[in-house]
């Protein structure tokens, strides 16, 4: 299907100057295969390319609502592409959602548009920490979603982002639970890497639940040949998730070696991705999913009694948090209070007593600033740095 398509991209380019609205048809379908149908994200840019030079000529005035909906689709799809593959910030990325949502809400109909459009910014809003907007864009989006759905274009969006939110508040059981029902409602029509973000998040509610043996043998019956030997089927965004999950489930098995071996990968392939604009200095990296790998690493090397090479990576881990996360929404994450209360326990074998004492002490005030002392892991950790 998609030569077909990109021989007819070829073949009616030369019309486009005449009649470049109705090819957005074509191309809003094209990039949706590459983008999230296939993940084929070198061919999803090359699209995105074309959009942003010829933008300018697109007229919607007298465009019929289909061209419009394909257009609106079109934008969404940008704007996931730019934060989620071209790493820019959410601001900017929300940008081309808030453009996709004006022109939706102008049609009549479209309600799995509509529902896509709230569901992305919410998933954005998500990961940049904004959890009291990905709340309410979340809400929007479940009362769209018509009851029957025509597509698969939005189905499951709206479970996998409550999922996300009650993950982002600590609550796993539910957010296991709504995962788990966004698998079952899609598992018949969709291969396992199409599926790949819905598993990495079960595996990695279970890693926080310690339910290790569980998340492994998720990674292993679905992801697992991703590493090996169909690497080069799926994208290094992908790529370094399931490593970091994988990293996480050994470490809870006793495999330490193992875990730090793939949570350094993990780590190697964002990095090499360069992704966002940080000229080197990862400090000032806004990559997610680098901080994420980063305290994976981390908790291996506490494992391995490397215990001053964690905090290094605690502290570009938090920082890079730092740089993502409004300061209003560092208490609300769940991940945040994982890393602070870890860098304590990393923290508490160094050898040394005073940099054992400091260290504690940075974690736990931050753990205490953000969190409070009522929290369950400031609960958990208090006095312990006094030992």
Not at 212 to 220: A, D, G, L, R, T
Not at 317 to 336: E, V
Request: hydrophobic share 40%.
């Amino acid at each position: 299907m998609t030569d077909i398509e990109e021989l007819l991209l070829e073949t009616l380019s030369f019309y486009e100057e005449m009649n470049i609205e109705k090819i957005i048809l074509l191309r809003e379908k094209l990039l949706w295969y590459y983008l999230i149908g296939t993940r084929q994200n070198s061919k999803a840019k090359k699209i995105i390319d074309w959009f942003q030079t010829n933008k300018a000529k697109i007229n919607l005035l007298f465009s019929n609502k289909q061209v419009k909906a394909a257009y609106s689709g079109f934008l969404g799809f940008v704007g996931v592409y730019e934060y989620s593959v071209a790493n820019n910030s959410a601001q900017e990325s929300i940008k081309f959602l808030e453009e996709a949502e004006n022109i939706s809400q102008s049609i009549k109909g479209y309600f799995e548009l509509k529902t896509y459009i709230y569901s992305i910014k919410a998933l954005i809003y998500i990961n940049s920490g904004d959890v009291i907007s990905a709340k309410i864009n979340t809400q929007k989006a479940e009362e769209s979603r018509p009851s029957v759905l025509k597509t698969f274009l939005g189905a499951g969006l709206v479970e996998y982002n409550k999922s996300k939110i009650f993950m982002a508040e600590g609550r796993y059981q539910e957010a296991l639970d709504l995962v788990t029902r966004d698998i079952n409602k899609t598992i018949g029509t969709k291969n396992s890497l199409h599926l790949a973000p819905e598993y990495l998040t079960q595996a990695t509610i279970l890693n926080y639940m310690k339910q290790y043996k569980e998340s492994h043998q998720i990674i292993s019956d679905t992801l697992y040949q991703y590493i090996g030997e169909k690497r080069n089927q799926v994208s290094s965004i992908i790529l370094s998730q399931i490593l970091r999950e994988f990293s996480r489930a050994e470490l809870g098995l006793g495999k330490r070696i193992e875990s730090l071996d793939h949570a350094t990968e993990a780590v190697s392939i964002l990095i090499n991705e360069k992704r966002g604009n940080y000229n080197n200095n990862l400090e000032k990296s806004i990559d997610v999913l680098l901080a994420s790998a980063l305290v994976a690493k981390a908790d291996a090397q506490t494992a391995l009694d490397d215990s001053k090479s964690a905090i290094d990576n605690y502290k570009i881990a938090k920082n890079i948090y730092w740089n993502i996360y409004d300061k209003r929404n560092i208490g609300n994450m769940d991940n945040i209070s994982y890393l602070l209360s870890n860098g304590v326990k990393a923290s508490l074998k160094l050898n040394d007593t005073l940099s054992r004492k400091v260290e504690c002490s940075y974690f736990y005030q931050l753990l205490i600033k953000y969190f409070g002392p009522e929290h369950r892991r400031s609960v958990e950790l208090n006095g312990i740095c006094d030992l």
